[in-house]
């Protein structure tokens, strides 16, 4: 009876334990609802720490900023502004996505539970593995852009990534049902669908991409394994008369920083033109920041911020809150708020011809020449081109160290 009585105590304080946890814990499906009736799912988990891991394909984004108060639950991003703000009961969650500083609201809904990102009800009569010549808004010239779809589909199951000039949509995750495709992801800030229908004997796609509530358009493309995109080293160069770079910006703490300072002389400097929105930036600053901490004593990196964020305060919070999550230890300077225009970045660098891209990442070398300028980033969703543009990075800065 005495050890009966002390199972009786483990097992009261087992289920006090599990009572405590606000949410089960394990799989759960997200929902967001766009007003055209279309919905982005995505799926996470739920950790016994109180935090949520969001899967799309192979990644995984911790995000342990989650707060309970009474019935009500707000989910903060680690990096980005987004938040999911909602009420909960143990399973479900109901609520808003929210980005404050551009005015987006997109309804969300979340349920517990082991289910499918996509429900699937017909085998593919299809095989999309393979690389695509496409075009998004293939009749706008105003908005036309062209990309490089590279998919790699198991039975119903399809991931790959877009990858554009300047830069790439992620890791996609998706199915093949019937003749059409759908992909998804979401990075707890932006969050993006993609369906299509494949055509003209398995060789066309035709389709139509939303980007949250706020954005779509359609896009049209052809296999077409050999297809290679413009070079990104092609895209923006110095003006005529311009041989070197000029900026002077404050860092967070209001210390002004300019590429004259003692710091960057006689050094390869590497300057990266970001914002703390951009995934694609982030993507690019993760990998720099790892390359930061083996590089060459006579490498520098310095980043020029152009922050959406309507206050400098506002734009420095998101700045310090970026440095914080990645683990930047080179400096983040504020070179623009109010607004992330890419004419913002053309008025505050006359020098260059144009800029078409965040990021936008320019190499110059230890007597202050510009040496290339490297339009968008290719990041690990793409695989193979995220492995040769570190390549290409390493060699060619230590190419111009060595000088």
């Excluded at 706020?214 to 110095?238: G, M, V």
Aim: hydrophobic share 35%.
């Amino acid at each position: 009876m005495k050890y009966l009585g002390y199972i009786i105590i483990v097992l009261f304080l087992v289920s006090c334990s599990e009572d405590k946890q606000p949410l089960k814990t394990g799989p759960w499906r997200a929902v967001l609802q766009l007003d055209n009736e279309k919905k982005i799912p995505f799926l996470l988990e739920f950790e016994k720490d109180s935090s949520f891991v969001i899967i799309n394909a192979e990644e995984r984004i911790n995000v342990d900023d989650v707060v309970f108060k009474g019935d009500s639950i707000i989910i903060s991003h680690p990096v980005f502004e987004g938040m999911i703000k909602g009420t909960y009961t143990k399973d479900s969650i109901k609520g808003s996505f929210i980005k404050p500083s551009l005015d987006r609201t997109v309804p969300i809904v979340m349920s517990s539970g082991r289910k499918a990102r996509f429900d699937v009800n017909a085998a593919p009569n299809t095989i999309v593995t393979g690389n695509w010549e496409t075009v998004f808004s293939p009749n706008s010239p105003k908005d036309r852009y062209v990309a490089k779809g590279v998919f790699d589909q198991r039975g119903n199951r399809l991931t790959g990534t877009f990858l554009t000039t300047t830069g790439d949509y992620r890791y996609l995750d998706g199915v093949v049902e019937n003749d059409s495709i759908k992909l998804s992801t979401f990075d707890g800030a932006h969050a993006f669908l993609f369906e299509a229908k494949v055509v003209k004997s398995d060789s066309v796609l035709k389709g139509m991409f939303y980007s949250g509530n706020h954005w779509k358009e359609p896009f049209t493309a052809k296999r077409n394994n050999n297809y290679k995109l413009p070079e990104a080293d092609s895209l923006t160069f110095l003006k005529k008369g311009y041989d070197s770079l000029k900026f002077a910006f404050p860092t967070i703490k209001g210390d002004t920083i300019s590429l004259k300072d003692k710091q960057f002389r006689d050094k390869v400097v590497v300057v990266q033109l970001m914002g703390t929105w951009c995934p694609n930036c982030l993507d690019e600053t993760k990998y720099l920041s790892d390359y930061y901490k083996n590089k060459p004593d006579n490498v520098k990196v310095v980043s020029l911020a152009f922050e959406y964020a309507p206050t400098k305060e506002k734009a420095i919070q998101a700045i310090t809150k970026f440095k914080k999550a990645v683990g930047v230890e080179y400096p983040i300077l504020l070179a623009q708020y109010g607004s992330s225009s890419k004419q913002q970045a053309n008025d505050k660098l006359p020098m260059l011809n144009h800029v078409i891209s965040y990021p936008t990442t320019i190499f110059i070398d230890k007597k202050g020449a510009v040496r290339k300028i490297h339009t968008g980033f290719t990041g690990p969703a793409s695989g193979e081109r995220y492995k040769e543009f570190k390549t290409e990075f390493e060699s060619f800065t230590e190419m111009l160290a060595n000088e």
